[in-house]
């Protein structure tokens, strides 16, 4: 590559620090003409890689800034090139005006992701580490992001090695035997080599399922709020929304259909879902609206039930009759603050239903709304903090795919007593498409589909 590229690298809008970033080999002689040292006369060859310099941006006799100046000498540095980066004043206007004096000094506008994708083409980091890094900037969430930091620091890129490894040694098995079939040697048995072939498909088969799990998570977890009519549920979802949703009525079966608002809760994207108050009734289009409510409150991610503890109940009865609702659920014992002599809310906490949680709250004094929401995020990251989930981009979802489908077909063709000159082919192909999970590509149009959803200075 031999043009030198610049950009800003921090985000739109002001700040404290804003970043220029030059990578290419005249990276250091372009932006050392825009360099004022405080010291006098320092010649370009006294400038150090990795020593801060505090200097003026310049643009001939005109000074726009006071910087700091870095320079990382290639290939030890991001992209494997010269790489310089100057540290203004988070002004856009100020980053502007000095990335145009770049620009006119020889650098040309980087392009979305060219400096990852530079990285890339340079050997500093492979594939699955190049989309990562896109991932940790676009995280919505602090699971997304944990996500994407282990991808960073290579968990697929080893295990897509290992397997690699894996199939590297069962096609060497299989050649020798064919190369050397008749030798007086000993070779792994028929059913030892379509265990091993199982073996390595089923943890392709795994990667697939986990990653579709983990994208699902990563659309938004689904609150689902659940109860009787009038027990409060559109109160709390604009309570919780922090605005009016849901309209509030007096009259049982007000909300026919489910209502859903998407929202950050403590960081974490979630869908809140109000659903139909669920009651005995005769009006066909309720009951279609409840039959909605149940089937959202049994797929939910976090199921809230909200009860109605100002209304006189057998509630020991309504515990046992509600058991497999209540379960797992965060019970929302609404009205507190004029709840009847019937209520006790040991009722729910002394039956011991597993993952039950009890907080009392009022929608008219807004009491308990903070434990609430607190006990809300809480499920929330138990569910995002689990170590079984894997992140997999489009691409490499489409390879282990391949790869899965290739190791079917050749113990397809084992049990129908192929040689292993035939089932051996299906065995390179899976071996070309973990190639590409590492980033074995080398077509252009690829590389752009990745790279072109990155930022500009990235």
């Not at 010649?43 to 700091?68: H, M, W």
């Not at 809140?272 to 009951?287: F, P, S």
């Not at 000159?421 to 071996?431: G, M, R, T, V």
Request: net charge negative; with cysteine.
């Amino acid at each position: 590559m031999a043009d030198t590229i610049a950009a800003i690298s921090t985000a739109s809008g002001a700040g404290a620090i804003g970043i220029l970033r030059l990578s290419g080999p005249e990276a250091l002689p372009i932006a050392y003409r825009h360099l004022s040292f405080f010291e006098g006369a320092f010649p370009l060859s006294s400038i150090k890689p990795r020593n801060a310099y505090t200097c003026r941006f310049v643009d001939g006799e005109k000074k726009l800034d006071q910087v700091v100046f870095i320079y990382f000498a290639g290939p030890n540095s991001f992209t494997g090139e010269d790489l310089c980066e100057i540290h203004t004043h988070g002004n856009p206007i100020l980053l502007r005006e000095a990335l145009e004096c770049l620009f006119r000094s020889g650098a040309r506008p980087a392009k979305q992701g060219e400096f990852t994708k530079r990285a890339f083409l340079n050997g500093k980091i492979d594939l699955n580490e190049a989309e990562a890094i896109g991932r940790i900037i676009g995280a919505r969430s602090r699971f997304e992001l944990e996500l994407a930091q282990k991808n960073a620091f290579g968990e697929i890129s080893r295990l897509a090695s290992n397997l690699r490894s894996q199939l590297i040694s069962l096609k060497a098995e299989c050649e020798a035997e064919i190369d050397f079939s008749t030798e007086d040697l000993t070779f792994e048995s028929f059913e030892e080599r379509k265990k091993r072939i199982r073996s390595i498909s089923n943890i392709c088969s795994n990667l697939l399922k986990r990653s579709s799990e983990t994208e699902t998570l990563l659309e938004r977890s689904r609150v689902v709020l659940y109860g009787e009519p009038n027990t409060g549920k559109s109160s709390l979802m604009n309570l919780i929304l922090g605005r009016d949703r849901s309209i509030i009525s007096e009259i049982p079966g007000t909300t026919r259909d489910y209502i859903s608002e998407d929202l950050l809760l403590s960081g974490v994207p979630i869908r809140l879902i109000d659903t139909a108050g669920v009651r005995e009734t005769g009006d066909k289009i309720e009951k279609m609206g409840i039959e909605r409510s149940e089937k959202e409150f049994s797929q939910a991610d976090v199921r809230l039930f909200v009860i109605d503890v100002s209304q006189k109940n057998d509630w020991n009865k309504f515990a046992e009759e509600n058991r497999s609702k209540l379960e797992g659920a965060i019970v929302a014992a609404n009205k507190s603050d004029i709840r009847d002599s019937s209520w006790d809310p040991e009722i729910i906490t002394k039956k011991n239903y597993p993952g039950t949680i009890l907080v009392e709250v009022s929608c008219k004094s807004r009491q308990g709304l903070d434990t609430l929401v607190s006990e809300i995020s809480t499920k929330l990251q138990g569910i995002e903090s689990s170590e079984d989930y894997v992140l997999l981009e489009e691409r490499n979802r489409f390879h282990f795919s391949s790869i899965t489908r290739s190791l079917e077909n050749c113990l397809t063709l084992m049990e129908e007593g192929a040689p292993a000159e035939i089932y051996i082919k299906e065995i390179d192909f899976a071996l070309e498409q973990i190639g590409e999970v590492n980033g074995r590509v080398d077509t252009e149009e690829i590389l752009g589909r990745i790279f072109s959803k990155f930022c500009v200075g990235k």
